[in-house]
């Protein structure tokens, strides 16, 4: 699961290690290798394990609270994890980063849509004059939820929602359709995907198959994080 929820943004160079072939087709090994160097993910899974006393960062209650949120990382308390995150990222975090203090502890959750909306620096660049472009990379870098309306051979018509910002808040848009290849360079994490099922996307590219619950975690955690998120931005 790890490997299928990352593969999208490592294969586009944004995160993770250089690897030829695609992340999720390489042997259990190689994926715990290379999991190991993803500076975003692997921080948060190892904080998990430790305090949830689960020994293996990799396993599936981790990974799929990481990504979708919900779930076993959801009853962590925010304070006690951020302190822990932070102890892992804030040595090597640059001056881009000056904002992983303490303060975050409002914001700070155990998944992803935290460290896209409250650890990277996207959403302290709104509001500048140049918009449209933050905004794409924390719509793309957060996990999507989507409806699967048709299928051709190698494409997908998906109903998802896009991020937007009126100028002061971060809001999902109504559900739209667009265009999911199955296949990607001759990998696919879903290649059996048909019309009615529920998808995870990532940078627009397909992660697998949702069950209804884990669409209400991904949603539930998406909203949340970008109440506590506007309440920062109406601050500034």
Same mark, same amino acid.
């Given at each position: 699961?790890?490997?299928?929820? @990352? ?13 030829? #072939? *695609?992340?999720?087709?390489?042997? *259990?090994? @190689?994926?715990r290798a290379m999991a190991r160097r993803f500076s975003g993910a692997w921080p948060y899974l190892r904080v998990m394990s430790r305090l ?9 209650? %981790?990974?799929?609270?990481?990504? %979708? /949120? ?5 009853? +962590? ?7 822990? %995150? +932070?102890?892992?990222?804030? *040595?090597?975090?640059?001056?881009? !980063? @000056? ?8 914001? @700070?959750? #155990?998944?992803?849509?935290? $460290?896209?909306? /409250? =650890?990277?620096? !996207?959403?302290?660049?709104? /509001?500048?004059?140049?918009?449209? $472009?933050?905004?794409?990379v924390l719509d793309n870098c957060r996990i999507t939820w989507g409806a699967v309306v048709s299928r051709t051979e190698n494409e997908l018509? =998906? +109903? #998802? ?8 808040? +971060? ?7 667009? &265009?999911?290849?199955? !296949? ?6 879903? *290649?059996? =995907?048909?019309?009615?099922? %529920?998808?995870?996307l990532h940078w627009d590219r397909l992660c697998g198959p949702l069950a209804p619950e884990q669409v209400h975690d991904l949603a539930d955690?998406?909203?949340? &994080? ?11």
């Open positions: 699961m790890f490997a299928r929820y @990352a593969h999208a943004p490592n294969a586009l160079g944004y995160c993770g290690p250089a690897e030829s #072939a *695609p992340m999720a087709t390489l042997p *259990p090994a @190689a994926v949830t006393g689960i020994d293996d960062p990799l396993d599936r209650r %981790l990974v799929e609270s990481y990504w %979708l /949120g919900g779930g076993i990382g959801a009853r +962590l308390d925010p304070a006690e994890f951020l302190a822990e %995150l +932070l102890a892992v990222i804030g *040595p090597v975090a640059g001056h881009y !980063w @000056a904002h992983l203090t303490p303060d975050l502890a409002s914001e @700070a959750a #155990a998944n992803h849509c935290f $460290h896209v909306f /409250g =650890v990277y620096p !996207w959403t302290r660049l709104l /509001g500048r004059g140049n918009d449209e $472009h933050p905004v794409r018509t =998906v +109903l #998802a929602r896009r991020l937007e910002w009126d100028g002061h808040r +971060l809001e999902l848009a109504a559900p739209a359709p667009r &265009q999911i290849p199955v !296949w990607v360079d001759g990998y696919s994490p879903a *290649p059996e =995907v048909k019309a009615r099922d %529920l998808v995870a955690s998406t909203a949340r &994080q970008l109440s506590v998120t506007n309440d920062r931005l109406s601050r500034k």
